[in-house]
């Protein structure tokens, strides 16, 4: 059997490894004990002195005139109210003050839309757009002016694609948002 000594001398690195764990140990446990004590506040001066109030000063006296709630017209808002139904349930109106639209085509395959699409815009007929409700995308040309110019763009789109288009009445409640 060997003596610690012996085995201190046969490997010294494990030794020194062994004092040096010991080592931060003991640093580490004197932190704990030490290092609370120095970082707490001295209390007692604060019990003997009181804490350190001051008074809040004042907040600066405004000169406002008091806030009148405005007034609401109830009978112009009504009329209003009914003024705007009316208009959201009228008619188009007559064919003198009308746009148009042209629909040249509706397709359950988006992708046969898209492809007339790019045909008509070749053309340069008028703004050219796809409109998808359900299980159909339809493809409008439009909106124009005037039943003549729509006429006219009709007839190039026949002679050039043989599609006939259908001539309708823009309504910007259903053909206004893209």
Do not use: C
């Amino acid at each position: 059997m060997t003596s610690s000594t012996e085995q201190a001398q046969t490997n010294p690195a494990s030794h020194r490894r062994k004092h040096q764990w010991i080592g931060a140990a003991t640093l580490v446990a004197l932190a704990a004990l030490v290092l609370p004590w120095l970082l707490t506040p001295r209390f007692e001066s604060i019990r003997e002195q009181g804490p350190q109030l001051a008074r809040l000063p004042d907040p600066p006296a405004i000169a406002s005139e008091p806030v009148v709630p405005p007034v609401i017209d109830q009978d112009a808002l009504n009329a209003s109210r009914d003024k705007l139904d009316a208009l959201m349930g009228a008619p188009i109106g007559d064919e003198s003050q009308a746009s148009f639209i042209l629909q040249v085509g509706a397709f359950k395959n988006r992708e046969n839309a898209q492809a007339l699409q790019s045909k008509l815009e070749a053309l340069d007929v008028g703004r050219v757009y796809l409109r998808t409700e359900e299980s159909l995308t339809r493809v409008y040309v439009g909106p124009l002016l005037d039943r003549e110019t729509a006429e006219s763009a009709s007839g190039t789109i026949q002679t050039k694609l043989s599609l006939k288009a259908q001539i309708k009445q823009y309504d910007v409640r259903e053909h206004g948002q893209s």
